[in-house]
Structure formats: structure tokens, C-alpha cells
T-cell receptor, first 110, second 112 residues
């Protein structure tokens, strides 16, 4: 089945220790998105790629970076995680207006 | 005023009830409307996608859009315990691809 895959599903990192979350897709969609979702809150868009074009949301902290080496893969790098960065990180893809989400990576910062 | 307002609930109903979930929005540029279902600790799953005012039905689910009132609804008929989840509305302007604005989600609890 075509799908959006996120690894790992659960990630524990230490305060200030860089961490990378990965997303892959078999849908061959040209747009990929990263969202941050905290408990009982709406997903918050961090950035998205339209093909290779990177689009950063204005309020996304510099601590968050992203890479998209090819159509299928996209990475979220958190350079120096703080306690406030503990959240669920969701990857999504789309070709048109419908976005399809992966299962998410739950990040814990100790 | 937030762009998308959604009552967080929880909304508790008995099995078999008809459920109505709603969102209001303020941005008249929104043209595409979606409902996602999110189980605890999982990613959102696209349930319904509509464009323009009117109704769209898929099995037990009906999505309704009223652009004049800036109001959208999701109805669930014959609700089941497996419908217990958080339901997120999302919407976007026409742009070729979507940058969605989400509501905060309504938690639905269906008791057997």
C-alpha cells in the first residue's frame, strides 16, 4: 500500500543533543510537510517542500531545519532540542489539496 | 479571532447516536475543507474532503459546508465505539496545493 512512513515512532533525546527525524513516502507526491503537534492542540506547520523548493513558516524557530534529498525522503533536524520541543512531529504529503499524514514521531526531551 | 474555531469537547454520546461536529472560520479565501480523524498517539487520517458549499456523503459520514455562514459540519450516523477519536477540521485557499489551517480538534467518546 502507498503510504507515509515515519521513523522512529518514539524518540528520546537529551536537552541540547541534536536529533533527526525521518519521513519517507511511496505516494510519489511532490509536496512534503512537517508539522509539530502538542497535546490537545492543532498541528502547527513548521515548513514544507514543493518539489525541491523549501518554504519556511515565519514563526518556525531557527532551531528547526529540514532536508529533502529526493522525492521520497524528508528529514527534520532539531539542532538543540529544548524541553518545549517535546511534541508529536507529523510528516504529510500531497499532490493537490488533500494531505496524507504519517503516524508521527513522538519526541521526548529529557 | 482565530482563523478556525472548533469546540474541543469532549463530546460523549451512546453507541448508535447521530454525532454533529462543527467548525467556524473567518477567512473567506478558504475553499477546500477537510475532516481528519486522529486516534490517540497516531497521525491524522483523512476522512472527508469537500470543495464548495453543499453536502458530501461517504458511508456513515456526511460533510456539510455553508460558505455564506463560514460554517462546516461533519455528521456521523450510527456512531460506534471505534469512532472514538479526535476530529480535526482543516481548510485551505485554492493554491494548487494546500497549506492547511487546522481547528484544535473535538474529542469524541462513543460509549457501548
Amino acid at each position: 500500500d502507498a503510504m507515509v512512513i515515519q521513523n522512529p515512532r518514539y524518540q528520546v533525546t537529551q536537552f541540547g543533543k541534536p536529533v533527526t527525524l525521518s519521513c519517507s513516502q511511496t505516494l510519489n507526491h511532490n509536496v512534503m510537510y512537517w508539522y509539530q503537534q502538542k497535546s490537545s492542540q492543532a498541528p502547527k506547520l513548521l515548513f514544507h517542500y514543493y518539489d525541491k523548493d523549501f518554504n519556511n513558516e515565519a514563526d518556525t524557530p531557527d532551531n528547526f531545519q529540514s532536508r529533502r534529498p529526493n522525492t521520497s525522503f524528508c528529514f527534520l533536524d532539531i539542532r538543540s532540542p529544548g524541553l518545549g520541543d517535546a511534541a508529536m512531529y507529523l510528516c504529510a504529503t500531497s499532490r493537490d489539496d488533500e494531505q496524507y499524514f504519517g503516524p508521527g514521531t513522538r519526541l521526548t526531551v529529557t | 479571532q482565530k482563523e478556525v474555531e472548533q469546540d474541543p469537547g469532549p463530546l460523549s454520546v451512546p453507541e448508535g447516536a447521530i454525532v454533529s461536529l462543527n467548525c467556524t472560520y473567518s477567512n473567506s479565501a478558504f475553499q477546500y475543507f477537510m475532516w481528519y480523524r486522529q486516534y490517540s498517539r497516531k497521525g491524522p487520517e483523512l476522512l472527508m474532503y469537500t470543495y464548495s458549499s453543499g453536502n458530501k456523503e461517504d458511508g456513515r459520514f456526511t460533510a456539510q459546508v455553508d460558505k455564506s455562514s463560514k460554517y462546516i459540519s461533519l455528521f456521523i450516523r450510527d456512531s460506534q465505539p471505534s469512532d472514538s477519536a479526535t476530529y480535526l477540521c482543516a481548510m485551505s485557499p485554492p493554491s494548487g496545493y494546500s497549506t492547511l489551517t487546522f481547528g484544535k480538534g473535538t474529542m469524541l467518546l462513543v460509549s457501548p
